[in-house]
């Protein structure tokens, strides 16, 4: 698959999501697809039952791709995910196989006031 392919399944991928458009969010993904999630320790196979645990989540969310970069079969998007409002800061990282992804792993981080010690070091 060609890299702007990837690319461009992703982004297609990122705007079903935040349109709630579960059938065109769910078309990325091979037939038996691992998507996990490390910080809550859950691992999810297939392409149903990840579209189900994204279709049960009764949170309103929204979600704002930061940048997509990768090479080769392995691509990784910087997103905000906005849950009824509040934002966590996310990374997923996607494996790729005939023309669709075959393994994803997401990271989660909410928002965070810079320390103490390093504040007059920051940019705002």
Do not use: C
């Not at 702007?4 to 458009?21: T, V």
């Not at 009764?58 to 997509?68: G, H, T």
């Amino acid at each position: 698959m060609k890299e702007q392919e990837i690319r461009m399944a992703l982004q297609e991928h990122w705007e079903a999501s935040d349109a709630g458009d579960f059938d065109r969010e769910h078309d990325i993904y091979h037939q038996d697809a691992l998507l996990k999630y490390p910080q809550s320790g859950e691992r999810i196979h297939g392409r149903g039952k990840i579209r189900e645990s994204r279709f049960l989540q009764p949170n309103a969310k929204r979600f704002s791709v930061r940048r997509i970069i990768g090479s080769g079969n392995l691509w990784l998007t910087e997103f905000i995910l906005v849950y009824d409002g509040l934002p966590s800061y996310a990374v997923s990282i996607m494996e790729f196989r005939d023309r669709l992804a075959t393994r994803e792993t997401q990271y989660f981080a909410d928002r965070f006031e810079p320390a103490l010690t390093r504040a007059h070091l920051v940019d705002r």
